[in-house]
């Protein structure tokens, strides 16, 4: 139901893998399976067809791809109504009256016969209902050449070799031509008349009362026949999956991300430059305001910070927040379509509630990964957004926002308000994130700060960081703590001139990206993070924090602070006693105004675990204890998601196979070939047990590293490269020393692995030489460390595999084939040789102009037909699949080299001999055997890494980003709905989406802003019941609606009357009144 570009891309590396695999798989079963047993010659001549039927498939395949999208795609296709239907593709209405005409099958269709399971599809004669693509596949086989008695027969007075490739190529081109021609009479076409027994049957007059399109008679074809294609489906089209993070082609942000630290940070600070461009007006302090300057009216607070203050407290009742979004287009959507809908139905505690849509939302930065580019923000973050909720008919992509808010809304019927604090609509307060400053903050500049809506949300600032006035004495801060985890001196003093501005009894939501009260914790840090942030909070606020939101984690915990049960709490509902943990006398009780710390990350981005953080953690300077009091999913499920790495992390994360490849391939590159190694391995552990065999090959892979470390260069650079990128990758949690234990332990296994399947092939290689599967010149034993080529008994003279291929043909196959071919070689040989009389001068003196013409282009055509049927198509399609044999003879030249005079050569460290052996012949070898190995160390290189990813997490509760980006879970996201009452207490509800649907289509219930025939025409996209274009494809089911995970009640701060006389005594709490 889409068109993902990401997944072409998969599915193109998916099939070329699958190709390779069947390529080398083939060329291994060609060169073994027909020495074992009596029928090896059938064997081997059946499977001459095998490289013919593997041309045919790709060039039949290639061809009806390239000639369905030649042929283009008619209006009423499904698949290009999908597309015109989501705004990709401008597709023509017709007029009454007009003849649509006929539609071009779909490519699949002469596939049916393969893909359905029956019988018919191994048919080789039309009339027995077998398809075009199996008539051209199966027709060689069709003349009972593969009888037993023909091929075991022995003649020896066969046809040519090109007699096979001729009848295999011609019933092809045959079958071609025929469905070529059947392609222009129409027969491949069907017509909107056509009708088919199970076709669905729809009246179109009750169809059009109905405000419905009947479907399309092709489609019901379609259906019919490939039943798993959906398509009645009408997804989003050009969408993006979830990041594939452990990509090569991330590298490029990794470089931004060094460039940012080392060259940016601390030499420019782009929230430096926000205030520059806002002209402030300047009054006369002394005449409008009063003797204390510390405090500003809010008049003047509104002219010093326009752009960045806002007086939400008439519209603040309900509000939303979400972090982390902009990732895959599946969760991001249904984040954006829950926070977008006017209600949403939750459930809690197996109870159904309804709770409103917030009339503003805050974003808590990471708006797009991985880095800020401008398609990553179109793709992942403003295109979820737009198919959510709409944007109004006059916005610009292009456009650049002048004046904000962008208000009233022109396009929008009864929009007649001038400011945010009258607008009806909801609003959008994003802060960039960490991802958000790779470039600079340049992307989020023009972006967000650039642009006045995000679908229907309108953004109405104009910096990084804002302040909001909320109902009830409530007030939300949210800071840019940039690259430097901290706010900088503008921002300290925007924040600090409005708590001056505040109330005794005020209380403040402090919105960061990063939660650092559980990094610092977590990792130990000597130098705690937000230093300006904490001042501020110490300084100025004053104990007015309630409540911190961050993001950055992609998932939900909650942190409330331990009480002493001794002392006085005024919020006993969101409390933890120290009785829960052992106390300690040097413990820090929190006190009745101490926040509240929430991570709320699920907007969008992959999941993180919470089973690898600590239950308990010490915040700020004084270490204050806190506790998880509950987390999102739970412990138990985040440990079982962490086991997944170990099936799953090589398969989902394919486009390392490149790095594990070429990676183990380089620690080995530099001790081939190992000349000798199967002899070695007859000597001392053939037959003698599984423990000898395991003692034999770890000593033989010791020796093997042992002699990387004293000679190797390549592999000794490789080996070191390996070592120092894992020693990068490990996390920087446990003590220095086990750090450096666990990465050398896990470049060991690396290494490992290198090695071990260095000495697996060496010794199948040499296996097929020693046993004859391979036939050679002469074949290769090792006597005391010795090489001494031997005569072959198998035979003589033959090369190779493909020559071993051919000569089966020739004395058992080739016969059948002259029965059929007849004289097909003495024909090409008459017309060669009329050809040639053709060209004679007294000949074409006899005839006039015209019959040159035509006899001097009969005659060149009869050369070519003749020098492309005697060219040896046949053995060199067959050397294709000669790896093995390719393999095995540049090893024994190799090898004939390094072991001359009966040096020691299993290990040769003597570069001189080296330089004797002929590098085409050296590299033909290396690149030949790297097939080989690479088939077998991806899978394995990529095993043990998943492992240790899945230990690393569950055993030492480390690598929580590098374990579960590998992963890329879009479920179990979540956003925060929160609440200030009439009492002034704050409600925070956590909404956990357990599932999120990864197939859509189209809402029938809903209609584009723009439409001029929509009923609704003028009415802003937030005002409709259902303002989300695409519903999961299956409807709303029960994995797919949201659910309460979390409930707090935070009170407002109470106030703490000092002693009288400026005493010392302990302070009075006092009770704050509802609002």
């Not at 102009?849 to 006899?855: C, K, P, T, Y």
Request: aromatic letters at 12%; proline letters at 5%; hydrophobic letters at 40%.
């Amino acid at each position: 139901s889409r068109n993902n570009r990401s997944g072409d891309t998969s599915k193109f590396y998916f099939n070329l893998m699958f190709t390779i695999y069947i390529w080398l798989a083939s060329a291994s079963f060609l060169t073994i399976f027909p020495h074992i047993g009596g029928e090896g010659n059938a064997i081997a001549t059946a499977a001459l067809f095998f490289p013919m039927f593997f041309a045919t498939l790709s060039a039949i395949l290639i061809g009806r791809f390239d000639a369905f999208h030649k042929r283009g795609l008619s209006r009423d296709d499904p698949f290009q109504d999908a597309a015109a239907q989501a705004g990709r593709i401008s597709a023509p209405i017709p007029q009454a009256g007009q003849d649509i005409g006929g539609r071009f099958c779909c490519p699949l269709l002469p596939l049916r016969a393969l893909l359905v399971v029956k019988l018919s599809a191994f048919k080789v004669a039309r009339s027995d209902g077998a398809g075009a693509m199996c008539r051209a596949i199966f027709s060689p086989l069709a003349f009972g050449g593969l009888s037993k008695e023909n091929m075991m027969s022995g003649l020896d007075d066969g046809a040519d070799e090109m007699c096979l490739w001729f009848v295999w190529a011609t019933c092809c081109l045959a079958n071609i031509i025929i469905f070529a021609q059947d392609e222009f009479a129409g027969k491949h076409r069907i017509t909107d008349d056509e009708t088919e027994v199970g076709d669905e049957v729809v009246d179109e007059d009750s169809a059009e009362d109905k405000n419905q399109t009947p479907p399309s008679p092709r489609a019901g074809r379609l259906k019919k026949r490939l039943p798993f294609i959906n398509m009645d489906t009408d997804g989003p089209q050009d969408t993006l999956p979830m990041v594939p993070w452990y990509s090569v082609v991330l590298i490029y942000s990794v470089f931004d991300l060094l460039v940012a630290f080392k060259v940016f940070l601390g030499r420019y600070d782009a929230r430096t430059m926000q205030p520059a461009l806002h002209k402030r007006e300047k009054k006369d302090q002394k005449e409008s305001e009063p003797k204390d300057t510390r405090r500003k009216s809010w008049d003047r607070l509104k002219s010093d910070y326009s752009g960045c203050l806002f007086d939400m407290s008439n519209r603040g009742k309900w509000f939303d927040f979400a972090a982390d979004t902009g990732d895959g287009f599946d969760s991001t959507y249904q984040v954006a379509r829950m926070l977008a809908q006017p209600t949403i139905t939750v459930i809690n505690d197996g109870k159904e509630e309804t709770l409103p849509r917030g009339q503003f939302m805050v974003i808590g930065g990471d708006l797009a990964y991985p880095d800020p580019e401008p398609a990553t923000y179109e793709h992942r973050f403003f295109r979820p957004f737009e198919d959510a909720m709409q944007p109004p008919p006059c916005f610009r992509r292009r456009a650049i926002s002048t004046r904000k808010p962008a208000l009233p809304v022109k396009s929008w019927k009864d929009s007649d308000e001038e400011d945010v604090e009258s607008y009806e609509g909801p609003c959008v307060f994003a802060i960039p994130g960490n991802h958000d400053w790779f470039d600079g903050l340049v992307t989020y500049t023009r972006f967000v700060l650039g642009r006045n809506w995000l679908g229907g949300w309108l953004i109405p600032h104009d910096r990084s960081y804002f302040a909001l006035k909320l109902r009830c004495g409530w007030w939300l801060f949210a800071t840019d703590l940039g690259l430097a985890a901290d706010i900088d001196l503008d921002q300290f003093k925007f924040f600090a001139d409005i708590a001056a501005s505040m109330n005794e009894t005020d209380s403040v939501i402090i919105v960061t990206h990063e939660p650092h009260w559980v990094l610092d914790s977590e990792y130990n840090a000597k130098e705690l993070a937000e230093e300006n942030l904490r001042e501020l909070m110490d300084a100025h606020l004053r104990g007015k924090v309630r409540l911190r939101l961050a993001g950055d984690l992609h998932h939900y915990t909650r942190h409330s602070p331990i009480f002493s049960s001794l002392s006085p709490m005024s919020n006993a509902k969101r409390s933890v006693s120290l009785s829960d943990k052992e106390p300690n006398k040097h413990d820090h009780v929190a006190s009745a105004n101490d926040p509240e710390l929430i991570v709320s990350g699920g907007g969008g981005a992959f999941l993180h675990g919470t089973h690898t953080f600590h239950k308990f953690i010490d915040v700020g300077e004084s270490q204050q204890k806190y506790k998880r009091v509950s987390a999102y999913p739970d412990e138990k499920t985040s440990m079982g998601l962490g086991w997944v790495n170990i099936l799953h992390f090589r398969f989902r994360n394919w486009r390392l196979d490149i790095i594990w490849a070429l990676a183990s391939f380089g620690i080995a590159s530099s001790l081939f070939p190992l000349c000798g190694i199967y002899e070695n391995y007859l000597e001392q552990a053939h037959d003698q047990g599984p423990l000898a065999l395991f003692s034999w090959l770890m000593s033989t892979m010791t020796s093997l590293f042992l002699e990387i470390l004293l000679s190797g260069r390549i592999s000794l650079f490789f080996t070191v490269a390996v070592t120092l990128a894992l020693y990068a990758l490990t996390d920087t949690k446990p003590k220095p020393l086990i750090h450096l234990l666990i990465s050398l332990g896990h470049a060991a296994l690396h290494i490992i692995v290198s090695l071990f399947c260095l000495v697996l092939i060496e010794c199948l290689v040499e296996w097929l030489v020693v046993d004859g599967i391979v036939k050679i010149a002469a074949s290769l034993s090792k006597r005391r460390g010795k090489w001494n080529p031997e005569p072959l008994i198998h035979g003589d003279g033959m090369s190779d595999l493909a020559s071993c291929l051919y000569d089966e043909y020739m004395t058992h196959w080739s016969g059948a084939i002259a029965n059929f071919t007849g004289n097909l070689t003495g024909h090409v040989n008459n017309m060669t040789s009329s050809a040639s009389s053709i060209h004679d001068e007294s000949t074409m003196g006899q005839m006039n102009v015209l019959e040159r013409l035509s006899a001097y282009l009969f005659g060149t055509g009869a050369d070519v037909f003749a020098w492309l049927f005697r060219l040896p198509v046949l053995s060199s399609t067959l050397y294709v699949f000669d790896l093995p044999g390719l393999v095995a003879t540049k090893h024994y030249k190799i090898c004939e080299v390094l072991c001359a005079d009966g040096a020691e050569c299993m290990i040769s460290t003597d570069l001189t001999k080296f330089l004797l052996i002929d590098r085409k012949t050296l590299v033909v070898y290396l690149c030949a055997i790297f097939l080989y190995f690479a088939i077998m160390a991806v899978p394995t290189a990529g095993g043990v890494f998943g492992t240790w990813l899945a230990i690393m997490l569950n055993v030492f509760k480390n690598q929580y980003n590098e374990g579960f980006s590998s992963l890329r879970i879009p479920h179990w996201k979540n956003f925060l709905k929160i609440h200030i009452d009439d009492g002034g207490d704050l409600e925070v509800f956590c909404i956990g989406l357990h599932r999120v649907p990864l197939r859509w289509k189209r809402d029938p219930g809903w209609s584009e802003v723009g439409d001029r025939d929509n009923l609704t025409k003028g009415m802003p996209s937030w005002r409709q019941k259902k303002p989300s274009k695409w519903i999961p494809l299956n409807g709303e089911s029960k994995k797919f609606q949201p659910e309460i995970v979390d409930h707090v009640r935070i009170s407002k701060r109470s106030s703490r009357q000092p002693p009288a006389n400026g005493g010392t005594g302990p302070k009075k709490l006092r009770r704050v009144s509802s609002c």
